[in-house]
């Protein structure tokens, strides 16, 4: 099992950016996926943003042109660069990975590894 950690999270007013970062311990398996998820208060979890190994992203409709997934040369962390923010990105937000391709990456069942989550608050 992957042990993830996010960090990143904060309050900012709307307009804002912040960058949220996960990192995951060693993988033993070539081919995977990470992903960032997102709770909004009341809400059901919902997905923001995928990346494979082999640097294909995804992202959900609401942040497209805005957010921008990456991750390192290892593959071990990844980012969420998050601009214009809105009050509504206020959520929780959670890092998850998979193995194997991303898709479908809007699949939450299929994450089998998950973070401790990172509060954003955007007013």
């Known amino acids: 099992e992957v042990q993830l950690v996010e960090s990143g999270g904060g309050s900012v007013q709307a307009g804002g950016s912040l960058r949220l970062s996960c990192a995951a311990s060693?993988?033993?398996?070539?081919?995977?996926?990470m992903a960032w998820f997102r709770q909004p208060p009341g809400k059901e979890r919902e997905f923001v943003s995928s990346i494979g190994t082999d640097g294909t992203t995804s992202y959900a409709d609401s942040v497209k042109g805005r957010f921008t997934i990456s991750q390192t040369r290892d593959k071990n962390t990844i980012y969420l660069e998050m601009n214009s923010l809105k009050p509504d990105d206020t959520a929780m937000y959670y890092c998850a990975a998979k193995m194997g391709d991303c898709f479908p990456s809007w699949d939450q069942r299929a994450f089998g590894s998950w973070g401790q989550g990172t509060q954003v608050t955007v007013s």
């Open positions: 060693t993988y033993t398996y070539f081919t995977y996926c």
